[in-house]
Nanobody, 118 residues
Framework: QVQLVESGGGLVQAGGSLRLSCVAS????????MGWFRQAPGKEREFVAV???????EYADSVKGRFIISRDNAKNTVYLQMNSLKPEDTAGYYC????????????WGQGTQVTVSS
């Protein structure tokens, strides 16, 4: 089992920045790919970014050039630096372990809310 705990969400004005963190505990493995997904009210959960054990990254087109995913294996932590935030980025952001952009892994965090005001 892997437990994931996100933090760093909040309220920010459009154009601002936030950094989300996700700390993994339990049966953690630096070989897991780690990803971020988000879900806005009334919408399906969607892929945001993923980073492999070798630190290769993929991004959704909607966040490419604005968001940066990174990981610190020594701290079992993955980060999502979000810049130039837009109101349409408003959503619950969820950390995921062990999956890919098209197939999330079995481990999810509880989520952290990001609200971007216009």
């Amino acid at each position: 089992q892997v437990q994931l705990v996100e933090s760093g969400g909040g309220l920010v004005q459009a154009g601002g920045s936030l950094r989300l963190s996700c700390v993994a505990s339990g049966r953690t493995s630096s070989s897991y790919s780690m990803g971020w997904f988000r879900q806005a009210p009334g919408k399906e959960r969607e892929f945001v970014a993923v980073i492999s054990w070798s630190r290769s990254t993929e991004y959704a087109d909607s966040v490419k050039g604005r968001f940066i995913i990174s990981r610190d294996n020594a701290k079992n932590t993955v980060y999502l630096q979000m810049n130039s935030l837009k109101p349409e980025d408003t959503a619950g952001y969820y950390c995921n372990a062990g999956g890919s952009r098209t197939k999330p892994g079995p481990y999810w965090g509880q989520g952290t809310q990001v609200t971007v005001s216009s």
